[in-house]
């Protein structure tokens, strides 16, 4: 079909839509009134605590809490690294809630790890916790009888979604190209913020979302992400957040979406909530278990929590593209950015997505140029480990802006990262009785492996595009996910901003400032073991061969590199780099570098497929595109 008549039906789609996109308060009111009768009336639970578990995690943010005066602010802080605990310690604080639970997030999948966070928030509604669900629409959720089933669960439980297209849960393909046909600023815009927020007391926020591959429950494909819990007086500042969003106009209850709302009237005796079918119940089972347990989670959770004063939650507004030249709706962004800005010694920096906005690089820019110029690492993913080829394909157009104008040392995840899947190993088995098992995945949909990315903009996509590339190694396989940046070993920020474009302009981001050095060295030997030569390649120059040849190659690969368009030379500046069998580990400006590290190829252990050519593509046509990628 020619493209014209393509973006012809989008349009015509997207009026259409437009028309008929507001319910009548008649509507409304119908579905409101069937929720309310279907919906359990009374709470399973009559005590003032509303039958909630102790939980230490809860117990210790508590405590910081009533030890807080305003002149001398007291926090618990944990890092949560490994998944299980990240996953555990969630648990743990649902079971523990009192009186609220507010939980934001991007993707919200509906695996075991998606079933298990809803099944249990429902049950503390039933208990009587008032219970707050925010979920991004276009990355959430999208099954409407599972969300009818949702709205009428419990009077207590509220579901949101943010940002809907058309006024709708589910998005079709024709309504994905005729929402950027007609409307592209408000439809690029997501909610990327991440928070789970109980008795406004503690919190975690971080790069996770709600699905098996941001807890390593995915036998094929998971995340290397990050974590922190936070109790204490920040709490309050992320429940003001949570505020903001949650009555922000882009903010739609389940009755006032169209697709939802006819759902609900046409079937009015449609069975309630149900328990969930997982499909490794042992695992499920254990993490339950595991929540309750005072012991294991005083080990794996405030076994390396610290208690410190200055912590910081920080938000950009909702509607962040209604606001671009206000600054305070980019709150979030803005601090990220004045914190790298007051760099004097490091900048340690993990990303998934190496793609600079234009504000990051003047930052790197004037760092590079101050005397003497603080180190800057960065920790990113390859084409190997990323499950975002197209945003790849631009951060590789660039390395050798990355490397000789910011200095940046570049280590890319390898996909098969041994420490990750040593720490990980634990994830891929199914307790069973005394005994356990490697677990199974062959009779679930292929095509919901990879359901979801973080990458949605107009070149983002749903579903098997956004698998990763196929390799020539087997095996599972890790990408990166964390979003973390350590200043100066002094102070850390652990949140949702991606240092992108992306983030800079479209998304709104949160996180957490957390000025103890403690934290930022355990933050940075994280980021650090990410990089060690078991874990990572190394970008570094191509060591000069022919001299002659290689002036010309370069360059040729400059002018390619800045051509917006048509950069298909295929001999580029810089290549990645595996340490030799028995050398030592050593940064690519060492002069004993070469000696030490062996070129294997711009995309090592990426197997010939279309990805590597769209990869190419991307390199040669899509620079123009990084800023909504």
């Not at 790890?113 to 999208?142: P, Y």
């Not at 591959?213 to 007086?233: H, K």
């Not at 697709?259 to 046409?266: E, G, K």
């Not at 002018?559 to 340490?579: C, G, H, I, N």
Request: glycine content about 6%; overall charge neutral.
């Amino acid at each position: 079909m020619p493209l014209r008549r393509i973006a012809l039906l989008a349009l015509l789609a997207a009026t259409a839509l437009l028309d008929g996109c507001a319910l009548s308060r008649a509507q409304i009111r119908r579905a409101d009134a069937i929720v309310a009768a279907s919906a359990p009336a009374v709470p399973g639970c009559t005590r003032a605590d509303h039958c909630a578990q102790p939980s230490p995690l809860l117990q210790a943010s508590a405590q910081a809490m009533a030890q807080s005066t305003p002149e001398h602010p007291q926090h618990l802080v944990a890092l949560l690294g490994q998944s299980e605990p990240a996953l555990v310690a969630r648990l743990s604080l649902i079971r523990a809630a009192r009186r609220s639970i507010d939980v934001q997030t991007y993707i919200w999948d509906q695996d075991d790890t998606g079933q298990l966070m809803l099944d249990e928030l429902v049950q503390a509604a039933r208990r009587g916790v008032q219970v707050r669900i925010l979920a991004d629409q276009l990355s959430a959720f999208g099954d409407v009888p599972m969300l009818a089933r949702l709205a009428r669960a419990s009077p207590n439980l509220q579901v949101r979604l943010y940002n809907p297209t058309f006024q709708e849960a589910h998005t079709s393909p024709l309504e994905w190209a005729a929402g950027i046909a007609c409307c592209f600023f408000r439809f690029n815009q997501r909610m990327h913020n991440k928070l789970l927020l109980v008795d406004d007391t503690v919190g975690i926020t971080g790069g996770r979302n709600y699905q098996d591959r941001y807890f390593d429950w995915d036998d094929d494909f998971d995340y290397v992400d990050r974590d922190v819990l936070v109790g204490g007086p920040a709490a309050r500042t992320m429940a003001a957040s949570f505020a903001l969003f949650w009555n922000h106009e882009r903010a739609v209850p389940l009755t006032h979406l169209r697709d939802v709302n006819r759902y609900l009237i046409a079937h009015p005796g449609a069975p309630g909530w149900q328990a969930p079918r997982y499909e490794h119940p042992q695992r499920v089972y254990r993490v339950q278990q595991e929540a309750v347990d005072a012991a294991w989670l005083q080990m794996h959770v405030l076994g390396h929590s610290l208690r410190t004063r200055e912590v910081e939650y920080f938000s950009d507004l909702p509607g962040k593209t209604d606001q671009p030249l206000k600054r305070h709706a980019r709150e979030f962004t803005a601090h990220v950015m004045r914190m790298v800005a007051a760099a004097r010694h490091e900048v340690v920096l993990q990303t998934p997505y190496l793609v600079m906005s234009r504000r990051a690089r003047r930052i790197f820019d004037r760092l590079h140029r101050s005397s003497p110029p603080p180190r800057i690492v960065v920790s990113t993913n390859s084409l190997a480990s990323t499950d975002a080829f197209v945003v790849y394909g631009v951060s590789y157009k660039h390395r050798k802006r990355y490397l000789k104008d910011y200095g940046f040392e570049i280590y890319e995840l390898k996909p098969h990262a041994a420490d990750v899947a040593a720490e990980n190993a634990s994830a891929a088995l199914e307790w069973v009785g005394d005994g356990r098992h490697a677990s199974g995945d062959a009779a679930r949909d292929p095509a919901r492996r990879f359901v979801d990315t973080e990458s949605h903009g107009l070149l983002g996509s749903h579903g098997s595009s956004q698998r990763p590339a196929p390799l020539v190694s087997e095996g599972r396989r890790f990408g990166l996910h964390a979003k973390s940046i350590v200043v100066d070993d002094r102070f850390a920020m652990v949140g949702s901003h991606n240092f992108d474009p992306r983030s800079d302009h479209y998304n709104t981001e949160a996180g957490v400032i957390v000025y103890d050095q403690r934290f930022a060295e355990q933050v940075r030997a994280a980021i650090l073991r990410d990089t060690e030569p078991q874990n990572a390649w190394v970008i570094a120059p191509r060591r000069p061969v022919v001299p002659v040849l290689t002036t010309l190659n370069q360059v040729i690969g400059d002018v390619s590199e800045k051509l917006p368009l048509f950069d298909f030379w295929p001999y580029r500046y810089a290549t990645s780099y595996q340490l030799k069998p028995g050398c030592t580990p050593m940064r690519p400006s060492d002069p004993d570098f070469y000696s030490c590290y062996e070129p294997v190829g711009d995309f090592p252990d990426v197997a010939l497929s279309p990805k590597l050519i769209y990869t190419r593509l991307i390199t040669a046509f899509g620079s123009s595109a990084s800023g909504i990628l």
